[in-house]
């Protein structure tokens, strides 16, 4: 005789008791496994019925056709709702204590099966995504390391990473806890590289200065690359011509990163094209990371923290993969990134929300991308050592895992706005722990303004609009100020009273 404390299959306890015994909770796990199941079985049958083309005719036509005149003009062709059950036995589930799951969008895509391209969209998307992984294999040539590291001023860079780092690591001691710095010292290196990079190397260009009296040009349309130009890398050409001397002046586009380490000037496929070898000329891991509205930044993984960490060298952006979707509200559909070491749908880690932050992903599906995915990294590990390639295979789980607690967190703040008393809006929401807000202002500028101390009082009675907001008297340190294009910091009287007595 069955245990009268342990429910039956479909019951739920009576009103009188307070507590769910684990029979019945392993019963109703089982029937919700089954019925996901049953629905994906059945989505798979439909499936296959429809790609296999229309049925055959009835083999009575007239009993076909006044059985179709006896139905409802609405009523579907088949009646019944009951789910076929693997064995090919309809499931009687009118009763309430098996309703069917309501229509996950997510679930009907699971399990996914990497699939080759079998139409014309899928088989360009994936020769393209091919194609850009070639990338990131340029950055190994071993004299094109040793270029860029003739032009970094490496004693500078590892004089502000070690300082930095000794910073870090005394704030982590005094909190007493035993808690690892914030970052580690190549992760050190690699922000100082890139306010180097930012602030003195590269230069933002929108229309070329002209070459004769240096004043601002303006776009005349595309032309063709010359030899000279197509040999360097450049694929397009932008034409300029100055308003006042009449001169033509080009703009080519160029990928070959030693044009690019003379140029030194471009735009954000420049600067992430650029920056990307710098960091690896350092010995950094790195990532070059496409986006198909046209953007690409770079990745950098962290030994400190054992996951790819988010730059933008255009915005001097470290750890903020919120910028584009929250930052700038950009939709995204696809962003990849590539290596010498494989490829990697990173969508998620950019766009946290996709009800509002996501576009649409149509240019194949999603099991073509997957395979996709994987061909290139078997491409590029195929001849690496076994140890490697486990190495490899590890920190893609860590990194999936990673990418899959965005969704799961994505999902619950959705659920949490929906809830009674919930903010219901972002401006009313907490921020998250690696949720970081925009910079101030978007404009950008050619170079970084440097003002002479003893024109800032000047400069600000003048009406300077870059001194808008600051204090009246100037920060005492230093002989020059910068005021970063991005950034306009406040004068701290507190802050600078400490630093002069040398706190």
């Known amino acids: 005789m069955a245990d009268p404390r342990t429910p039956r299959r479909g019951d ?22 089954q019925l996901l199941r049953t629905k994906r079985l059945n989505n ?11 049925p055959a005719p009835p083999s009575n036509p007239r009993a076909s056709a006044s059985s179709s005149t006896s139905r409802p003009p609405n009523s579907p062709a088949h009646t019944s709702n009951r789910p076929i059950t693997p064995h090919g036995v309809q499931r009687n589930t009118s009763s309430s204590s098996n309703p069917l ?7 009907r895509n699971l399990p996914q099966i990497p699939t080759p391209p079998n139409d014309s969209n899928s088989l360009k998307f994936t020769n393209l995504l091919i194609s850009l992984s070639l990338m990131p294999t340029k950055y190994e040539n071993p004299g094109l390391l040793d270029e860029a590291l003739s032009v970094i001023p490496l004693d500078r860079i590892y004089s502000e990473a070690e300082e930095e780092s000794q910073v870090l690591q005394a704030q982590a001691d005094s909190m007493g806890d035993g808690r690892i710095p914030e970052w580690g010292y190549q992760d050190c290196v690699i922000r100082a590289l890139l306010r180097w990079f930012k602030r003195s190397f590269f230069t933002w260009i929108n229309n070329p200065p002209c070459p004769n009296c240096f004043s601002p040009t303006i776009a005349q349309g595309m032309v063709p690359p010359t030899p000279d130009e197509s040999a360097r890398g450049a694929i397009k050409v932008e034409a300029y011509q100055c308003p006042s001397c009449g001169i033509p002046e080009r703009f080519p586009r160029f990928s070959d990163v030693w044009t690019l380490l003379q140029t030194r000037r471009g735009r ?3 600067w992430a094209n650029c920056f990307t070898m710098l960091c690896r000329a ?16 770079t990745e950098v ?24 979707s929250e930052g700038w509200g950009k939709k995204m559909a696809y962003c990849v990134a590539f290596s010498n070491e494989g490829a990697s749908d990173v969508t998620r880690r950019y766009v946290r929300s996709p009800s509002t932050n996501a576009l649409p992903r149509t240019r194949c599906p999603e099991e073509v991308v997957l395979w996709a995915i994987n061909e290139i990294r078997r491409l590029r590990r195929e001849n690496m050592p076994k140890e490697d390639r486990r190495r490899l295979f590890r920190e893609d789980e860590r990194e999936e895992r990673e990418l899959r ?17 919930s903010p219901g809006s972002p401006s009313g929401a907490l921020l998250s722990e690696d949720q970081k807000l925009p910079r101030q202002s978007e404009a950008k500028t050619d170079a970084v303004r440097m003002i002479p101390r003893e024109k800032w009082t000047e400069r600000r009675m003048d009406g300077d609009p870059n001194l808008a907001g600051t204090a009246e008297v100037p920060p005492t340190h230093g002989r020059y100020l910068h005021i970063d294009e991005m950034y306009l910091p406040r004068y701290d009287a507190d802050a600078e009273m400490n630093l002069s007595a040398g706190f």
């Open 301 to 324: 993984y962290s030994e400190h923290h054992k996951r790819w960490i988010h730059v933008d060298a255009c915005e001097e952006a470290w750890d903020n993969p919120r910028l584009y």
């Open 282 to 297: 350092v010995g950094g891991r790195v990532r070059w990371v496409w986006n198909s509205e046209d953007h690409v930044w």
């Open 405 to 421: 607690g965005y969704v799961a967190q994505a999902i619950a703040a959705e659920v949490t706005n929906m809830l009674p008393g």
């Open 12 to 33: 739920t306890p009576a009103a009188g008791r307070n507590n769910y015994d684990e029979g019945w909770a392993k019963e109703l796990r089982e029937q919700f496994e």
């Open 101 to 107: 799951p309501p229509s996950y969008s997510s679930l």
């Open 268 to 270: 954000c496929g420049e």
């Open 44 to 54: 798979l049958s439909r499936r296959s019925r429809s790609r296999s083309g229309s």
